[in-house]
């Protein structure tokens, strides 16, 4: 065989070789993506390619060691186990980087899913945590509303009603069986501490919402039952603010005539201002309403008590007013004597549950005490027609009853100790004040106990005028 010809049948011994060579990378550049499921049958077809690499190289290179005495042109090197990595080393490399490459992808995929997992886990514990916060929190407020001793809340003696008791008692087991606050969430570091986290956030979830659909049904009930106590109050305390303040408006009136009726104070300049300033208060007070609004809800019993606090301011203007004239008159020496009908005011008291009512003092303060016998007795008060006159309500009565009146000066009503009830106003003795009737009797029987009489001049055998409506205070 000729030299060209062994030199290109060498040439071309060397190309397979090499095409070899260039289909196994071809092969590695395909396998290196990494895909999931796939990483067996990959591994597989390198090892196969490899094999096959290693088979052909060796055939090659004993091909070549035959002809070493063949001259090759200068600069060709032919394949043998001397020269550069072997085949099978560069198959068994790409393969192990290939499982290496896909489990590491695997790894950084679980890691991701793990890391998911547990964030999503604390933000819902946290969100659990609120809730059950907030819900225990309105819990407690409500509690505590109820269990106050305060009258304004509305909600005193709401546990005793047959349906406050067990809605208080439901609350009160919810937020007993309420998990415990949790100060933070378990480490995650797992699908499984994921798990873990949620199945706590489940309980605590369930104790927020089973917490909240009591304190829904307790404050549900709560509500009508505040708005009904609040407003019966607000009624009450402006029924009360009312009659003080006509009782104010009376004794105004009543400080008037007596500034009136003294000509020589009325006429002093420090008399003049005193009854103008006195007068202008009993003006403001008629622009104010001292009607009740209706009431239903506590938002209208807050309108009432607005209401409420005109009524007290206007009589408070008043009062203040009265006073200032009452204390510049008694100071003059001019006015109150302390002569029948002319007391000084700083003397006398107003009865408590009818504000237009005045005694003397200790008088006022023995007739309550025997009003607290006669309520217990009788579930009311007793009522009062009238008290204290003054010197000039005595001269009207004289005008009005003639002889059936005392002469001015000389009634006990001028002392303040003496009071009619009302069925002498009402037109007759007929009614519950006659003489013979449970309620006189009662009072006959038990009114010389707290120093309160029916004189002997005014009893059924007395000498009369026979008046059973009258009784004084003797002490």
């Not at 060796?58 to 200068?74: K, L, Y």
């Not at 100060?183 to 917490?211: E, K």
């Not at 209706?294 to 409420?308: F, K, L, P, S, Y």
């Not at 055998?461 to 003797?474: A, I, K, L, M, N």
Request: a negative charge.
């Amino acid at each position: 065989m000729r030299r060209d010809e062994r030199h290109s049948k060498s040439a071309m011994a060397i190309r397979p070789a090499r095409r070899q060579t260039g289909g196994l990378l071809s092969v590695v550049g395909e396998a290196s993506v990494p895909l999931e499921g796939c990483a067996v049958d990959a591994d597989r077809r390198i090892r196969a390619e490899a094999r096959r690499g290693y088979d052909e190289a060796g055939d090659t290179a004993d091909e070549g060691h035959a002809r070493r005495d063949v001259d090759v042109p200068h600069g060709v090197v032919l394949p043998n186990k001397r020269h550069g990595v072997s085949s099978p080393v560069v198959g068994f490399v790409v393969a192990l980087a290939l499982v290496g490459m896909s489990f590491s992808g695997s790894l950084v995929a679980e890691r991701s899913h793990v890391a998911g997992a547990c964030v999503a886990a604390a933000q819902a514990w946290r969100d659990a945590n609120a809730r059950l916060t907030q819900a225990r929190d309105l819990a407690n407020a409500t509690l505590a509303l109820i269990g106050s001793d305060d009258p304004a809340t509305g909600a005193m003696g709401y546990r005793d009603t047959a349906g406050g008791g067990p809605l208080v008692a439901t609350v009160e087991k919810a937020l007993s069986d309420a998990p415990a606050f949790d100060a933070s969430a378990t480490p995650c570091a797992s699908s499984s501490d994921a798990a873990v986290i949620a199945q706590r956030t489940v309980a605590i979830d369930d104790g927020a919402t089973a917490l909240n659909v009591a304190v829904d049904a307790l404050i549900a009930d709560l509500e009508p039952y505040r708005a009904g106590t609040l407003c019966t109050n607000a009624t009450t305390t402006l029924t009360a603010a009312v009659n003080a303040l006509n009782a104010a408006r009376s004794d105004a009136q009543s400080a008037l005539d007596v500034a009136g009726s003294a000509s020589d104070y009325a006429a002093t300049p420090d008399g003049a201002a005193l009854i103008a300033a006195l007068q202008a208060a009993l003006t403001d007070a008629q622009s104010v309403s001292s009607t009740a609004p209706v009431c239903a809800t506590t938002d209208q019993a807050g309108a009432i008590d607005a209401v409420t606090q005109s009524v007290i301011g206007a009589t408070t203007a008043i009062q203040d007013a009265t006073q200032a004239l009452n204390a510049s008159m008694v100071a003059s020496g001019k006015v109150y004597t302390g002569e029948n009908g002319r007391l000084d005011p700083s003397t006398l008291c107003h009865v408590p549950y009818d504000a237009k009512q005045l005694l003397r003092c200790d008088a006022e303060a023995a007739w309550m005490k025997l009003n607290a016998v006669y309520k217990a007795e009788w579930g009311e008060d007793i009522p009062i027609d009238l008290s204290y006159r003054t010197y000039d309500e005595q001269v009207k009565m004289r005008e009005i009853y003639g002889g059936g009146a005392a002469i001015p000066g000389t009634s006990n009503h001028g002392w303040g100790t003496a009071v009619d009830l009302p069925d002498y106003r009402e037109g007759g003795i007929g009614l519950e004040w006659n003489y013979g009737t449970p309620k006189y009797e009662w009072m006959k029987a038990n009114a010389p106990a707290f120093g309160w009489v029916n004189p002997s001049w005014a009893v059924q055998d007395g000498p009369g005028p026979h008046e059973p409506w009258h009784f004084e205070y003797v002490g």
